[in-house]
């Protein structure tokens, strides 16, 4: 009888998973997942990520346990982890998704090398994409850099359909396992006393039931207002799939499919969906971006960015992180960012572009504050978004289109909701002055009960001045390249 290791990634799932019907095909299946920080370096999951891979373990193991199975959970270099394993199992497979990060191929490379020589089959499967990387092409066969042409060669293919829960012959029940709570993924604060992460459950089911109830529940209603709502960051218009797809808790193709059958019994909805999938479709043009630059979240995709002039001041970043910044859409995302894990598409687009052309910070602090504080911060979209805003990745926005905090606040929140919501010492600002209290006459700002520069602060810079400076910075390195 054959035994394989199934090796869990960022594919917390058991529907529409190829490694674990293939593997469920050939005989015994012992499922595992090796919590292996340093294999990432610098990019190992951040404090947010790691509540939610708790969480998430913590679904899959009870849904592998009621199938009569046992998940074994590992903690360590992944290499040796699957060594030890395979002797304690005698598994002559080791199956997987394979992965896109810039980090996956070398150390999928050493699992498969390794193991050649011991006569153990290893083989990589897709399931994280709607189409591998290298698959959606060009005329002259190369990878496309602008986004929309890649969406549209990318549908004329067709996506695979979602694979159903197989029937699996589990093993594994008798091997030893770490106890998930000794990794310690659940942050808390410096102090040691408060949860960070205290309430998130209430506003996230991680797991694949409450990705499939999420999914649903989108689809159901909030699907019909995606086109024009999805701007709008005080209503809940937009699906919240993201964490549960970096954690490959949902796949993409089971997205697809759920959306193509809705276009038939919605037809009416059927642009609002073919947006929503766009949306996906920039999910899977970030991963091909990085397939092609590894490089990405740590490098400017166009060369001529390694020489901008960024300012890199302290006490700004700090004010940006804080929701300190006095301009209210900015620090209401940024609250929500911390309170929440999360942060609205329209208010990320926001607040990066006030980080990289108000402030003058390198792209790269708002990637790495993302990251930690994100749960769906993911390499690839992390990355190619904050290039985007920037102005230095592929197919970015210009950098001299320099998003107006004011008025993009009164176009996309313009009674103030969000910004009361997360700015309570604001709420009774009237809507008029609610982004930029600033303007607000002495008497208004006395009657809504806010004193600037005790309650709210003072703006941290001039939005005019601040403007021209991000100009001259980028006339700087047009004219030096
Ligand atoms: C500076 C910045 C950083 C970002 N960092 C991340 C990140 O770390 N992880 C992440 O998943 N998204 C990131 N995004 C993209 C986007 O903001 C989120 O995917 C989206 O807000 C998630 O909400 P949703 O699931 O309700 O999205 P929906 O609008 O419902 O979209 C459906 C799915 O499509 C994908 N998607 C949507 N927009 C984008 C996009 N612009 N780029 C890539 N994929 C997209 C996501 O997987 C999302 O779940 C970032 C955007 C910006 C501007």
Known sequence: MSTTIVLFRQDLRLHDHPALTAAAQRGDVVPVFIYDP?????????????????????????????????????????????????????????????????????????????????GVSVKRFPGTLLHEPGTVLTGSGTAFKVFTPFWRAANKLTAASPIALPSVSWTGVSIQTDSIESWRLRPIDKTGERDWADGWDTLWTPGEDG????????????????AEGRDTPAKRYTSRLSPHLKFGEISPRQVWAAAQQRKLSAPQWSSAIDKFLAEIGWREFCYQLIDLFNEMPNTPFKGQFGGFPWQNNAEHLRAWQRGQTGYPIVDAGMRELWHTGFMHNRVRMIVASFLTKHLLVHWIEGERWFWDCLLDADIASNACSWQ??????????????IFNPIAQGQKFDPAGEYVRRWCPELADLPKKFIHAPWEAPPMTLTSAGVTLGADYPHPIVDHKSARQGALDAYEFIKKAS
């Open 38 to 118: 340093e294999a990432a370096g610098e990019w190992c999951l951040g404090g947010a990520s790691q509540w939610w891979l708790h969480e998430s373990l913590v679904s899959l193991k009870n849904t592998i346990t009621k199938l009569g199975g046992s998940l074994i959970f590992r903690h360590g270099d992944t290499l040796a982890c699957l060594q030890e394993l395979r002797k304690e199992v005698n598994a002559d497979a080791i199956y997987f998704s394979r992965q896109y990060q810039p980090w996956s191929p070398s150390l999928e490379q050493s699992i498969r090398s390794h193991f050649d020589s011991e």
């Open 211 to 226: 990705a499939q109830r999420t999914l649903e529940t989108f689809l159901e209603a909030p699907v019909e207002h995606y």
């Open 388 to 401: 985007w805003v920037a102005g230095s990745g592929a197919d970015a926005a210009p950098y001299f289109r």
